[in-house]
Every structure is written in structure tokens, then in C-alpha cells.
């Protein structure tokens, strides 16, 4: 399996379980420095996933995806 898939299959079980996930989040939790990349990998798979935009320290803002319900 490549390293795309397993950073995109990690990120799909992350937001399987009800959660949200921002870059920061997946750099944390995967290594994965493309989430943009990953998040399009899984919608060619099928995944109706939501974009946010939501405000973090310094106040920037970042997207937050997260599986349509």
C-alpha cells in the first residue's frame, strides 16, 4: 500500500468516528503534510466529505473536514 493510502485510509477513520480534522491535526496524527491532497484521494473513493473554515490562535484560518452525516 502506498503512503498516500495509508495517510488517506488513517484520516478516513479518524473522521469515521465522528471527528473533524484540520492540516495540524493530520501532520499530528499521520505524518501527512497534504491533507488538501488526501481529503481529494478520498472523494474520488465516494467519501461526501464537508470543508469548514474555522479560525485557530493567531487568528488565522484553516479548513476543518469532516464526513457529510
Do not use: W
Amino acid at each position: 500500500m502506498k503512503t498516500n493510502d495509508t495517510q488517506a485510509n488513517a484520516i478516513l477513520k479518524h473522521m469515521q468516528g465522528g471527528n473533524g480534522i484540520t492540516p495540524m491535526d493530520a501532520l499530528e496524527l499521520c505524518g501527512c503534510f497534504r491533507l488538501s491532497a488526501r481529503i481529494a484521494d478520498l472523494k474520488k473513493r465516494g467519501y461526501e466529505i464537508i470543508t469548514e473554515k474555522v479560525k485557530v490562535d493567531g487568528g488565522k484560518y484553516v479548513a476543518r473536514y469532516h464526513l457529510a452525516v
